[in-house]
């Protein structure tokens, strides 16, 4: 992606851009979210899952492992592909592709200040009632719908 951004081409602006999100979800059933700066280029103090744009040839698993090194630095085991999301926003195209993740080693903290300035764990219910990307809010909404009668746990490999 460096070659397209040095022709100052942008995902989701000049071409439809493909995201990944970690829905990293702990013991207790609850998923880890992170506060966006105020230097980010948009949805500045929301929560969002980790996760960001996948890279030309990198297949989406590879894509949440490294998001999730590079973010939080943690290790994660990716399971279940939730349903993909399509966002349009400011003048930008998404499809972005959630998986439900744990964590297989480290413990989860800020790498990238100039991106998200908090990491919190909250029930889908908590999660509910905070100001959320649109993205992380349609996540929230199939995780409600996928376990309406029970508590969040981490599903066999995808």
């Not at 964590?103 to 100039?114: F, L, T, V």
């Not at 029930?123 to 969040?152: G, K, N, V, Y």
Request: glycine share 10%; net charge negative.
């Amino acid at each position: 992606m460096g070659k397209l951004k040095e022709l100052g081409i942008i995902a989701g602006e000049d071409y439809i851009g493909v995201g990944v999100g970690a829905v990293i979800v702990d013991k207790q059933g609850r998923i880890l979210l992170g506060l966006r700066s105020g230097m980010v280029r948009n949805d500045v103090g929301k929560w969002d899952c980790p996760g960001g744009g996948g890279t030309p040839q990198e297949p989406l698993v590879k894509a949440i492992v490294r998001e999730c090194q590079e973010e939080v630095d943690i290790m994660v085991h990716v399971g279940l592909r939730l349903p993909y999301i399509e966002q349009f926003t400011d003048n930008q195209h998404w499809i972005s592709c959630a998986f439900l993740c744990e964590i297989s080693s480290g413990i989860p903290k800020i790498m990238e200040p100039h991106k998200c300035v908090q990491l919190e764990w909250f029930t889908l219910d908590q999660a509910q009632t905070l100001p959320l990307t649109d993205t992380t809010s349609e996540i929230i909404r199939q995780l409600q719908e996928l376990f309406r009668d029970t508590t969040p746990h981490f599903l066999a490999e995808a």
